[in-house]
Nanobody, 124 residues
């Protein structure tokens, strides 16, 4: 059983920065592509960012490109999402997910394990 636990979400001012983390259980963390998704109130869950197994390939939604950075530390079984220049529209519950294929995908269907989410609220 794989468990993913997100942390670091909080209230932050617009224009500020925040880093959220996702700690994974299991010895095969480096075998999974990892992704971050988010769900705002009343909206569908959407792709935010993804990273390949070794961390050498990253993908971003257009809405966060240039502001967010995904990274991973395989020695610590942890994936991070650094969020800069936060906007009100970034308010959401942020979920990390572990992919079930070797390749990196932006579709939620390519991710097998999900965390419970961490709330990020951006205030003006």
């Amino acid at each position: 059983q794989v468990q993913l636990v997100e942390s670091g979400g909080r209230l932050v001012q617009a224009g500020g920065s925040l880093r959220v983390s996702c700690a994974a259980s299991g010895r095969t963390f480096s075998s999974w592509p990892m992704g971050w998704f988010r769900q705002a109130p009343g909206k569908e869950r959407e792709f935010v960012a993804a990273i390949g197994r070794s961390g050498d390939s990253t993908y971003y939604a257009d809405s966060v490109k240039g502001r967010f950075t995904i990274s991973r530390d395989n020695a610590k079984n942890t994936v991070y999402l650094q969020m800069n220049s936060l906007k009100l529209a970034d308010t959401a519950v942020y979920y990390c997910a572990a992919g079930q294929f070797i390749a990196v995908f932006t579709s939620q269907r390519a991710y097998r394990y999900w965390g419970q989410g961490t709330q990020v609220t951006v205030a003006s």
